[in-house]
């Protein structure tokens, strides 16, 4: 007579203690890649968005201003006050150098206005926000080249101050930097290497542009 070993070949047979033990171990590595897969998917796609909407709006601005430029009836003119400002022909163009636009017309990073003259102080009346939430502008400067072009460079960041840095020192600190801080080192101002860098973002862009009319 031969006896069959019902818990391996009868039909009641399953899986052992080991077996389970492996199968788990599998599906709990197959589980931690698909996890780090799609984290760092996330990382990357907000990390695109953020930079691609620093870079559009550093775009926005330089095109916007060249062509108050090229086609303004006189030359750029700098406006001190409550806003800084830089009037072109009839076009203002009015900031606040490192003043984070936390909601869109909460406060003014960067805004044009339409103006009839550039005597005075110009007016945020009226004005559009060119900087998304989030955003800031650290440079802004217009100035008049030998050749009688105009120089214009701008820059911007997107995000928190405590996502921004500037050299080693302030890179490895955990102290926030302060609005004033961001301006003064805007030169090399750039994104933390951290876990919050996918909400971090710096663009940059510097032209010149010949007046059309004279």
């Not at 709990?28 to 990382?43: A, D, E």
């Not at 090229?70 to 150098?97: D, K």
């Not at 801080?181 to 996918?198: D, E, M």
Request: aromatic letters at 8%; charged letters at 10%; one cysteine or more.
């Amino acid at each position: 007579m031969i006896l069959r070993d019902q818990s391996r070949h009868g039909e009641g047979a399953g899986f052992t203690i080991v077996e389970l033990m492996i199968a788990t171990t599998i599906f709990s590595i197959i589980l931690i890649v698909i996890t780090f897969g799609v984290t760092s998917f996330t990382n990357d796609y907000y990390k695109g968005l953020n930079s691609s909407s620093t870079q559009n709006a550093v775009g926005t601005i330089s095109t916007a201003v060249t062509q108050a430029i090229e086609f303004g009836e006189s030359s750029p003119v700098a406006i001190s006050g409550t806003s800084a400002a830089w009037c072109i022909g009839n076009q203002a163009f009015i900031y606040n150098l490192g003043s984070l636009v936390v909601s869109s017309g909460s406060s003014v990073g960067l805004a044009q206005a339409s103006v009839s003259g550039c005597g005075g102080t110009v007016s945020t009346t009226g004005s559009h926000e060119m900087l998304q939430a989030n955003m800031r502008v650290v440079t802004f400067d217009i100035s008049q080249l030998p050749d009688k072009s105009w120089s214009l460079h701008i820059k911007v960041a997107h995000g928190e101050n405590d996502l921004l840095c500037w050299d080693y020192s302030s890179c490895t600190s955990s102290v926030t930097a302060t609005d004033h801080q961001l301006v003064a080192n805007a030169a090399t101002l750039h994104c933390r290497s951290s876990s919050g860098s996918r909400f971090c973002a710096v663009s940059e862009l510097s032209t010149t542009v010949q007046r059309r009319l004279e």
